[in-house]
Each structure stands twice: as structure tokens, then as C-alpha cells.
Nanobody, 126 residues
Framework: QVQLVESGGGLVQTGGSLRLSCAVS????????IGWFRQTPGKEREFVAA????????YYSKIVKGRFTATRDNAKNTAYLQMNSLKPEDTAVYFC???????????????????WGQGTQVTVSS
């Protein structure tokens, strides 16, 4: 069982930056993928980014590519999402999630992931 706890959300102005953290504990193996998703009221969770725990290969949605960066610190068992050039449309609850890696096509869907954090609110003011 994998446990995840997000932190680092908050209120920021347009163009600002935030770094989200995802502390991972439990039975995490090197083949895990940490995904980042976001959700706004009435909408499904949307893929933002993902990073493989071993090797660090990263993936991004077109909306955030070039502005967001996913990293991980294996020694600290923590994944990060650095968010730069934030826009009001980035406002959402952000979640991290974990799943054993099997196929790259699966990492973009929230249905693939079995373990989720509680979420952290990010609000970007205009």
C-alpha cells in the first residue's frame, strides 16, 4: 500500500510560481510512476504531468509543457511539481498519484492510478 501526501498549494498571482510536493511512503518500488492531476468543480481529473520513479522520464500535457516541471528525490521519497508562469486557468485542486509502470499510454488516465493523495488547492489570481 502506497500513501501520498501533497503540500505546497496556495494563492499566487498570474505569472507567479509554486512548487508542489508529494511525500510518498509505503511499498514503493522503482518501477512506479508518480502522476500529477488537477480537478475543478464539475470536471473530471485532468492529467498534468508524470515522472517515473526510476530513471526520471517525465511526461506533460500540452497545456503545461514548458511551464511545469516534474522531478523526484528518491532519497527523500518525494516528488515535486514546479509550476511557473501560472495562469488563472491553472486554478484547481492538484493531486499526486502512484501506479506501477506498465505502459506509457496508461499514465495519462486517472483510472490507471490506484493510490492518491488528498489534494492541495492552487489558486491563481488575475
Amino acid at each position: 500500500q502506497v500513501q501520498l501526501v501533497e503540500s505546497g498549494g496556495g494563492l499566487v498571482q498570474t505569472g507567479g510560481s509554486l512548487r508542489l510536493s508529494c511525500a510518498v511512503s509505503g511499498r514503493v518500488f522503482s518501477n512506479y510512476v508518480i502522476g500529477w492531476f488537477r480537478q475543478t468543480p464539475g470536471k473530471e481529473r485532468e492529467f498534468v504531468a508524470a515522472i517515473r520513479w526510476s530513471g526520471g522520464a517525465d511526461y506533460y500535457s500540452k497545456i503545461v509543457k514548458g511551464r511545469f516541471t516534474a522531478t523526484r528525490d528518491n532519497a527523500k521519497n518525494t516528488a515535486y511539481l514546479q509550476m511557473n508562469s501560472l495562469k488563472p486557468e491553472d486554478t484547481a485542486v492538484y493531486f499526486c498519484a502512484a501506479v506501477p509502470y506498465s505502459d506509457v499510454s496508461g499514465i495519462f488516465s486517472p483510472r490507471t492510478y490506484g493510490s492518491w493523495g488528498q489534494g492541495t488547492q492552487v489558486t491563481v489570481s488575475s
